[in-house]
């Protein structure tokens, strides 16, 4: 369930950005909300970095400072003109998490921000099938989202806290979401030493996950007696 100031949040870019910031607080500030997970990473300005469910841009912006790179994508045309026209250094394409239109193995990093909490169960499995297969082989996956509060003192003010805003502008995908546990969802198709940060009181989780960097490649022998 959600009440209209989710729909309203989405038309007016302007209501989105003020809650994002405000709730943003929460952690410290937007520039630091938005670099929770993208921090942990390396990037450089050659570095492919795919910001899934990008909206109009909101983490691109912090993204592009680091790699010239950068591709968002959106399923929404109005969140994707936006983004093109708000955070114009990133390539921006508009089509479906579940369906990505890259070939295998076509980025270094795919980060999602405040996105994965909008999918049902199984359509999120299938968003990190293909967030694993287009990563290149030891490529990262890095997400911020939601998470139930983990402060059991802090519960009092955190849970009705959570459920408003929850209430207010998110779906019922959003509970199951918090309910299940992305580290495990992810480790399930394959990712590999995935790790989560928790802030806030455990309300927000940066998450991250490796494709496996592929078999090892076999040594050469040295031959016996050769200098090296
Ligand atoms: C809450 S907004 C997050 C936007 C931005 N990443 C941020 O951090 O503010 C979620 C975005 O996900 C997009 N979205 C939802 N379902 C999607 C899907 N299946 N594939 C691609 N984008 C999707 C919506 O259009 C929306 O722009």
Do not use: K
Request: proline fraction near 6%.
């Amino acid at each position: 369930m959600a009440t209209i100031l989710r729909n309203l949040s989405y038309r007016y870019q302007w209501l989105y950005d003020g809650i994002s910031r405000a709730a943003a607080l929460l952690v410290g500030g937007e520039g630091r909300f938005r670099r929770l997970a993208l921090d942990r990473v390396e990037i450089g300005p050659e570095t492919r970095v795919l910001d899934l469910c990008c909206g109009a841009g909101q983490t691109t912006r912090f993204v592009v400072e680091r790699s010239r790179a950068v591709t968002g994508l959106d399923a929404s045309a109005i969140a994707v003109e936006r983004a093109r026209r708000q955070v114009p250094g990133a390539t921006y394409v508009q089509g479906w998490a579940e369906r990505l239109p890259f070939g295998d193995a076509s980025f270094e990093v795919v980060h999602a921000s405040a996105a994965l909490h909008e999918m049902e169960p199984e359509q999120l499995r299938q968003i990190l099938i293909e967030v694993h297969r287009v990563l290149v082989p030891g490529g990262m996956a890095t997400f911020v989202d939601f998470h139930r509060p983990t402060v059991p003192l802090l519960w009092p003010i955190l849970w009705p806290g959570l459920a408003l805003f929850l209430w207010l502008f998110e779906t019922e995908t959003s509970w199951q979401f918090i309910r299940a546990d992305l580290v495990q969802v992810m480790e399930a198709v394959g990712f590999e030493r995935c790790d989560r940060a928790l802030h806030a009181g455990g309300t927000v989780q940066a998450v991250r996950g490796r494709r496996s960097p592929g078999p090892e490649m076999p040594t050469p022998e040295t031959p016996t007696g050769e200098a090296l």
